[in-house]
């Protein structure tokens, strides 16, 4: 079975900065991967997918994200990150043959002026 | 517009109390699931659905039952609520199996059981 973990729990960053939220993946193939934004009160949005070929992703809302195979990594990033950025990311995996997603535990991030 | 629809957003319920969540997408979708989401937890699935009359257990079904008569409505229902249960719950759907999709979820339902 397939496993994600996200390490951060909150992410602290001013307005402007870079933004690199981490993720880690177990799967024993190639999984499908995405990450998603939850705006406060708000249902999960899909920022970004990978499923296969070029391993640097670009999603919504300036969002990046590279998988990295040797690192069994999903890691997403933001040039610079603005207010409304503030909100939960959660990282997914999917397996091959199933549409159904495993979610990590979510980042929290969190926004100075 | 594309949507998948929960019914209620926010419940106050009490213990034992049965309620039903309703779900409901316009996409044809075949697959629907249902997650609950707590703090520090993440994500975790309840039941899925792969098409109509087929149902299965994710990783936290206890206290739970759904049904799949239709394929676009997908309900939730508690039978005998407890306060274990308060959560944020969300429901998804997803085409068809096998193909590069990802889910579309509902903008949830907030659930207390006092």
């Known amino acids: 079975a397939q496993s994600v973990t996200q390490p951060d729990i909150h992410i602290t960053v001013s307005e402007g900065a870079s933004l690199e939220l981490r993720c880690n993946y177990s799967?024993?193939?190639?999984?499908?991967l995405f990450w998603y934004v939850q705006s406060p009160g708000q249902g999960l949005q899909l920022l970004l997918k990978?499923?296969?070929?070029?391993?640097l992703v670009q999603g919504i809302k300036g969002f990046e994200a590279e998988f990295k195979r040797s690192q069994s990594s999903f890691n997403l990033r933001k040039p610079s990150v603005h207010w409304s950025d503030a909100a939960e990311y959660f990282c997914?995996?999917?397996?091959?043959?199933?549409?159904?997603?495993?979610f990590g535990r979510g980042t929290s991030l969190i926004v100075h002026p | 517009e594309a949507q998948v629809t929960q019914n209620p957003r926010y419940l106050i319920t009490v213990t034992g109390k049965k309620l039903t969540v309703t779900c409901s997408q316009n996409?044809?979708?075949?697959?629907m699931s249902w997650y609950r989401q707590d703090p520090g937890l993440g994500l975790r699935q309840i039941y899925y659905?792969?098409?109509?009359?087929?149902?299965d257990k994710g990783d936290v079904p206890e206290g739970y039952k759904v049904s799949r008569k239709e394929k676009r409505n997908f309900p939730l229902i508690l039978e005998s609520p407890s306060p274990n249960q308060t959560s944020l719950y969300f429901c998804?759907?997803?085409?068809?199996?096998?193909?590069?999709?990802?889910?579309?979820f509902g903008q949830g339902t907030r659930l207390t059981v006092v």
């Open positions: 998804a759907s997803s085409p068809r199996r096998d193909l590069n999709t990802e889910a579309f």
């Open positions: 799967y024993g193939a190639t999984p499908y």
């Open positions: 990978y499923f296969s070929g070029d391993t």
């Open positions: 997914a995996v999917g397996a091959r043959g199933s549409y159904i997603p495993t």
């Open positions: 996409m044809n979708h075949e697959y």
């Open positions: 659905s792969m098409n109509v009359e087929v149902t």
